[in-house]
Nanobody, 116 residues
Framework: QVQLVESGGGLVQPGGSLRLACPAS????????MHWVRQPPGKGLEWVSS????????YYTDSVKGRFTISRDNAKNTLYLQMNNLKPDDTALYYC?????????WGQGTQVTVSS
C-alpha cells in the first residue's frame, strides 16, 4: 500500500521559511516523478512544483519561482519542499503527490499558514 506522510508545516510570519518533507513507502520511490500541490482555504487545488525521478529536472508555478526549491533524496525515499520568503498567499494545505498505475496518491497534507 502506497503511503505518503507530509510534515513540516506550521505558522510563520511573512518572509519566513519552512521545509516540508514527504517520506514515501509502498512504492519504488526512485521510479516516480513527484509533485507538490496545495489548497488555499476556500479554493481548489493548485499545482506548485514537480521533480523528475532522478531529481535533476524541476518545475515550478510562476508564483513560487525563486522562493521554493523542490528536491528529493531517493536513498531516504523522501520528497522535500524548501519554502523561503513566504507570503500570505502561500497559506494552504500542502500535499505531496505521485501517480501509481494511473491513480493519484497523496497523504493527509500539512498546513502552512503565513500571517503576521
Amino acid at each position: 500500500q502506497v503511503q505518503l506522510v507530509e510534515s513540516g508545516g506550521g505558522l510563520v510570519q511573512p518572509g519566513g521559511s519552512l521545509r516540508l518533507a514527504c517520506p514515501a513507502s509502498g512504492l519504488t520511490f526512485s521510479s516516480y516523478m513527484m509533485h507538490w500541490v496545495r489548497q488555499p482555504p476556500g479554493k481548489g487545488l493548485e499545482w506548485v512544483s514537480s521533480i523528475n525521478r532522478g531529481g535533476g529536472t524541476t518545475y515550478y508555478t510562476d508564483s513560487v519561482k525563486g522562493r521554493f526549491t523542490i528536491s528529493r533524496d531517493n536513498a531516504k525515499n523522501t520528497l522535500y519542499l524548501q519554502m523561503n520568503n513566504l507570503k500570505p498567499d502561500d497559506t494552504a494545505l500542502y500535499y505531496c503527490l505521485t501517480f501509481v498505475e494511473w491513480a493519484g496518491r497523496w497523504g493527509q497534507g500539512t498546513q502552512v499558514t503565513v500571517s503576521s
